[in-house]
Nanobody, 126 residues
Framework: QVQLVESGGGLVQAGGSLRLSCAAS????????MGWFRQSPGKAREFVAA????????YYADSVKGRFTISRLNAKNTVYLQMSSLKPEDTAVYYC???????????????????WGQGTQVTVSS
């Protein structure tokens, strides 16, 4: 089992940047594939980005490609989401998630992930 705690959210102006962190504890961090999702009020949770166990493969939603970067540092049991050129539509609660296994064509499915953090709020003002 793994516990996930997100941090780094906040209020930022459009065009600004934020870096989210997700610290994991429990089982060996490198055993897990990691993902970031987000959810706005009244909307379903949506995929943002994912990274393989050792960082060799990354995946992004079209809406964030070129603006967001996912990375991980297994020595620190942490996964990051660097967000740049933020837009008001990026406003949401951001969640990190861990998967024990996955299929590369399902990294954007919430059902793929076994563990979830509590989320961190990101608000982008126009």
């Amino acid at each position: 089992q793994v516990q996930l705690v997100e941090s780094g959210g906040g209020l930022v102006q459009a065009g600004g940047s934020l870096r989210l962190s997700c610290a994991a504890s429990g089982r060996t961090f490198s055993s897990y594939y990691m993902g970031w999702f987000r959810q706005s009020p009244g909307k379903a949770r949506e995929f943002v980005a994912a990274i393989s166990r050792y960082g060799s493969s990354t995946y992004y939603a079209d809406s964030v490609k070129g603006r967001f970067t996912i990375s991980r540092l297994n020595a620190k049991n942490t996964v990051y989401l660097q967000m740049s050129s933020l837009k008001p539509e990026d406003t949401a609660v951001y969640y990190c998630a861990a998967a024990s296994s996955w299929y590369s064509d399902r990294v954007d499915y919430t059902e793929t992930y076994d563990y979830w953090g509590q989320g961190t709020q990101v608000t982008v003002s126009s």
